[in-house]
């Protein structure tokens, strides 16, 4: 099967990382509430992926925690970081 770009590992573990923070807090969460979740993402994957997962949330959190807030959807979110395809980077005021 051909792979896009959307199917990269960063993209995947974006998607996911913030699908599981939105199901998690539900709606309107704390920036602590956000940020608490962001730190426990990571234990819930198989071992492989921890570190990965760890250095993802590490490098983004401080921006997961605006993005999360302000646009609430993971797949823009992902794609503002340009993780996922392209950005413009328009989402945010």
Known sequence: PVKRIE???E???CKY???FVN???ENN???KEIEKALEVVCVILPAEYHKQCKNFVDTYAP???ELIVELDDPNAVCQWLTLCGKSNNKFIS
Do not use: E, F
């Open 7 to 9: 199917d990269s590992v």
């Open 11 to 13: 993209c995947t573990l």
């Open 17 to 19: 990382v913030l699908s």
């Open 23 to 25: 199901v998690l807090l």
């Open 29 to 31: 969460a704390t920036v």
């Open 63 to 65: 921006v997961l925690v």
